[in-house]
């Protein structure tokens, strides 16, 4: 089965940055995602990392080290509609199932 | 729009009644998931079909709930006997046999069960 880590809620000022961090216990491990959800809606794709690194799109970038099954996703210059939950998910040997996470809620204040 | 479609996009039920819900996920997708989600939680895994076959089914799932692809495309969750403890967001997730594709939510089907 999977253990999936993550805060519960972070505060960060607009224009910032912020790490939020995930750390996973798993059987299987077949590549880690990060989701943004604002409340009220669905689940939407952020980032995915297979691979130990770095991987940047745009303001959002997002890191994996297997070895410690550890994840961070870094959100740069922060704007309010970044204001939501956080939702870290990692997949599977087989690519099947997904375990998320119980979310991260981040409150960007001006 | 991710281009996954549910329906209901609300369901208020009494307890006891049975309710069914329809997920269209994106057509060139053969992987399809159901995820049921309470306030301030994750999603929670309930079940994966890739084509029709029903390849893996949650604990969590009791024997009040079913689901069915008939035909590889559009899939049905189903919950006879609703309780209280039912009333959440039901998410459905579709994506296609890729190692690297990201799975694509629908808007889901918010339920409560009065």
């Known amino acids: 089965g999977q253990n999936i880590d993550q805060p519960t809620e972070m505060t960060a000022t607009e224009g910032a940055i912020v790490q939020i961090n995930c750390t996973y216990q798993?059987?299987?491990?077949?590549?880690l995602f990060w989701y943004q959800q604002h409340a009220g809606e669905a689940p939407t794709f952020l980032s995915y990392n297979v691979l130990d690194g770095l991987e940047e799109k745009g303001r959002f970038s997002s890191f994996l080290s297997r070895s410690k099954g550890y994840s961070y996703l870094l959100l740069k210059e922060l704007q309010m509609k970044d204001s939501a939950s956080y939702l870290c998910a990692v997949r599977d040997r087989g690519y099947q199932k997904v375990t998320f996470g119980t979310g991260t809620k981040l409150q960007v204040i001006p | 729009d991710t281009g996954v479609s549910q329906d209901p996009r609300h369901k208020i039920t009494k307890r006891g009644q049975n309710v069914t819900f329809r997920c269209d996920p994106i057509?060139?997708?053969?992987?399809l998931y159901w995820y049921r989600q309470t306030l301030g939680q994750g999603p929670e895994f309930l079940t994966y079909f890739q084509n029709e076959a029903q390849l893996e089914k949650s604990r969590l799932l009791s024997d009040r709930f079913s689901a069915e692809r008939p035909k590889g495309s559009f899939s049905t969750l189903e919950i006879q006997r609703t309780e209280q403890g039912d009333s959440a967001m039901y998410l459905c997730?579709?994506?296609?046999?890729?190692?690297?594709?990201?799975?694509?939510f629908g808007p889901g089907t918010r339920l409560t069960v009065l």
């Open positions: 057509s060139e997708h053969n992987r």
């Open positions: 798993t059987s299987g491990f077949n590549g």
């Open positions: 997730a579709s994506r296609s046999g890729t190692e690297a594709d990201t799975q694509y």
